[in-house]
Nanobody, 123 residues
Framework: QVQLVESGGGLVQTGGSLRLSCVAS????????MGWFRQAPGKEREFLAT????????YYVDSVKGRFTISRDNAKKTVYLQINSLKPEDTAVYYC????????????????WGQGTQVTVSS
């Protein structure tokens, strides 16, 4: 089974940008659709975006369309989340996830989670 390690979080001012990375090891990266979730304090974990192995399909929750972009580099076994125009309400722990399909990912059926990376947006 694949293991996932996120990086790239930090403290950023409102309006800034971040690129989160998630590196996979072990397993077979090509088997998995990859995705990003986040969990804000006191809230449930929410789905953000997912992308297929072939990169022919990406899917976003409506609330982040236009600001968030998911991408993957299969040669590097890495998936990215570019976040622009950051807002204080984006403050959360961001998690990388692997699933057998992008539809399963969207429906919260996850095979593997990363440990998370903290994003804090100051106002």
């Amino acid at each position: 089974q694949v293991q996932l390690v996120e990086s790239g979080g930090g403290l950023v001012q409102t309006g800034g940008s971040l690129r989160l990375s998630c590196v996979a090891s072990g397993g077979t990266f090509s088997r998995y659709a990859m995705g990003w979730f986040r969990q804000a304090p006191g809230k449930e974990r929410e789905f953000l975006a997912t992308i297929t192995w072939s990169r022919d399909t990406s899917y976003y929750v409506d609330s982040v369309k236009g600001r968030f972009t998911i991408s993957r580099d299969n040669a590097k076994k890495t998936v990215y989340l570019q976040i622009n125009s950051l807002k204080p309400e984006d403050t959360a722990v961001y998690y990388c996830a692997a699933s057998r399909s992008w539809i399963a990912m969207r429906d919260n059926s996850i095979d593997t989670w990363g440990q998370g990376t903290q994003v804090t947006v100051s106002s």
